[in-house]
């Protein structure tokens, strides 16, 4: 693998942030550009195909070969199952919001602004330079005050995820990492064993706001696969920098988890984007050189 050889830009709880409206703080434009976008949830505050248009329009002025984007619990009209069980038989209009959702986040406007909306599972992309990674996706977290993509603690959500994968990107953080807000450690514990189970170079999430930070997590190679040992030691960071830049390990016993939240616990716009740079495959070319 070449070192470092391609770079993410990532974010999460935009909220439906107004960035050209955040000109006090360091998530503003002009912004880095870089290979691959990720955005980890929570585009909007409370759903709305307005605000989902928002915010797809708010990516497209992101520079990025490849746009990558999950839901959160706040993006209530992407989650069918909590959008259909939440609909009384005077909602008749509303039954066919879940749909039109979609529809926004996988139709014209979204291709207009590069995205790409993902849904559980992992999926495999391969860039113009030849650097292919795979990636995890889960928009799911515990749930909490009846939001979208919740699930009860004693639930395994991540059970599908059981080899390696490059990347993971979900909502929610795993246990203890990153996770810490004034109700204590709400981080969920089945997606700490999956991220155990697939040690990927970076693992990125949100939901937290609080947990904004990047950690290097080292795992323990001589423990058995459902026994983890973790280390997790704080990123050194530049907190005046408009984006704070890390590279990842190439070690295969270590993972960069790293909390994107762009809103703050002050409900502000304060935190910045992390610029991360990884060290990925590059697919053998097969066609002769020009």
Known sequence: MSPNNASFLIISDTHGLDIHENTAHPFRLPLPKVDVLLHCGDL??????GPF???????GEIDAELKLVIAGNHDLEL??????SHLNEEDGDEAEEHDQAVA???????????????????????LKSGVSFSIYVSPYSPAINDYAF??????????DLKDHV???MTHGPPRNILDACPSGNV?????????????????CFGHIHEGHGARTISWDEKAGAEIYLVVAKPVDIDKTERWHTVRGSEKSNETLA?????????????????LVYLSLALLQRTDPPS
């Open 104 to 126: 926004i986040m996988k139709g014209p406007l979204a291709k207009e602004a590069g995205v790409t909306y993902l849904e559980q599972g992992t999926h495999t992309f391969t």
């Open 187 to 203: 981080g969920c514990d089945h997606l700490l064993a999956a991220l155990n189970r697939a040690k990927p170079l970076l693992h």
């Open 166 to 168: 490059d990347i993971m």
């Open 79 to 84: 989650d069918g199952e909590y959008w259909r």
């Open 53 to 59: 248009r928002k915010a797809l329009k708010m990516l």
């Open 258 to 274: 790293v909390n994107a939240a762009i809103q703050g616990e002050n409900g502000e716009f304060c935190n910045a984007p992390w």
């Open 150 to 159: 919740g699930y009860p603690l004693s639930e395994n959500r991540f059970a």
């Open 44 to 49: 909007t505050q409370v759903g709305g195909h």
